[in-house]
């Protein structure tokens, strides 16, 4: 089969690789729709390190194609998605609630892409398939749920984690795909005023289709002066940060009340440093907290549900297709954020 293989920092290649032997816990997906996330990003540039010769990836879309002989409950041939996050769902950790953390470990749920190979090829093995195939509605289309693995699942639980309450007022930080879906989620966990600030005209657009009310570029006005002048200086109930860096956090900070919530999602480097007068030098009764993706079957059906319900619709996230064939080509388009991309998809 044909994967994309982390060769060396700056090289992910499509190669050839065998396919994988199913064991008993095991289900082989056969990969109809894919894409590629920020974190394969880093992955590809050298900034997270895995295994060389792994396949990236860890959003697929697919077919059963092999159950291995301990799984009951799913036939060959079902259309299923799994989480980016592949839970065991039997360890302390899953079972206190913290399958992302699967094993006790930081990130242990993180499997495909990471420390198995990932779905970014023409077969993918998922493990522990019972705890992790998630049945595809047949009314939703492949690219309608090509969100759930990932994107979706983390910027929803960045609304979640920072228990938004009917009436809040939200700031997101940051309208990337996660940020928009963050931004989704706060508007369907019942805020009712939320400024998304970002740099790019074309992320504000869609962020104002998918639920802001007010769209901040950071580019012509100062997001943190805008938020407290309309909010009266009483800032906002959750700030949600989406991209990993100083700035964003620093600004989550500046905008949120004391007794406010930052829901941090962004994947940091080097060191963040807390700036003490927005942090009311630790006395300003803050919290900040942080997810990983969540996922397991459960958590994909709940997002399926979303989707089929209509009350959400991701489907503007994707704004380019490739085939597998051309996936190096849409390394170097996702990856350099040319022609306004948001998400890619990619089909073997
Ligand atoms: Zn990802
Ligand atoms: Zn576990």
Not at 70 to 88: F, H, N
Not at 136 to 161: H, K, N, R, Y
Request: glycine share 12%; with cysteine; proline share 5%.
């Amino acid at each position: 089969m044909k994967a994309a293989v982390f060769v060396e920092p700056g090289r992910i290649v499509l190669q050839e690789k065998p396919i994988p032997k199913v064991g008993p816990r095991d289900a082989l997906v056969r990969i109809t729709l894919t894409t590629i996330c920020g974190t394969d990003v880093h992955i590809l540039k050298g900034e997270y390190p895995v295994a060389r010769g792994l396949t990236v990836g860890h959003e697929p879309v697919g077919v059963i194609e092999k159950l291995g002989s301990a799984v009951s409950g799913y036939r060959v041939g079902q259309r299923v998605i799994a989480g980016a996050i592949t839970p065991c769902g039997q360890c302390h950790s899953c079972l206190d609630g913290h399958q992302a953390q699967c094993g006790g470990k930081p990130m242990g749920g993180w499997r495909l892409g990471n420390t198995i190979d990932g779905c970014q090829a023409e077969y993918v093995l998922i493990p522990d398939a019972m705890a992790n195939l998630a049945p595809i509605p047949d009314g939703l289309m492949d690219e309608q749920v090509l969100m759930c693995p990932d994107i979706m699942s983390t910027g929803f639980g960045g609304a979640e984690s920072g228990g938004i309450r009917i009436g809040d007022t939200v700031a997101v930080f940051a309208q990337g795909p996660i940020g928009l879906c963050a931004t989704v989620g706060a508007r369907l966990s019942g805020a009712t005023r939320i400024f998304t600030v970002d740099g790019l005209a074309e992320r504000l657009t869609i962020s104002s289709t998918l639920g802001s009310d007010r769209t901040i570029s950071f580019k012509k006005e100062d997001p943190a002066r805008v938020i407290l002048d309309a909010t009266h200086g009483r800032g906002v109930d959750v700030a949600i940060e989406a991209l990993g860096t100083q700035t964003t956090f620093e600004s989550c900070l500046r905008v949120l009340k004391p007794g406010g919530v930052l829901s941090s999602l962004g994947v940091y480097s080097g060191k963040l440093t807390m700036p003490l007068d927005a942090f009311a030098a630790g006395l300003g009764d803050h919290k900040i907290v942080t997810t990983l993706c969540p996922g397991g079957k459960e958590r994909m059906r709940r997002l399926m549900n979303v989707l089929e319900s209509g009350r959400a619709d991701l489907r503007s996230l994707v704004t380019h297709r490739f085939k597998l064939d051309q996936i190096e080509a849409a390394y170097d388009l996702f990856a350099n954020q040319r022609d306004g991309v948001l998400k890619v998809a990619i089909a073997p």
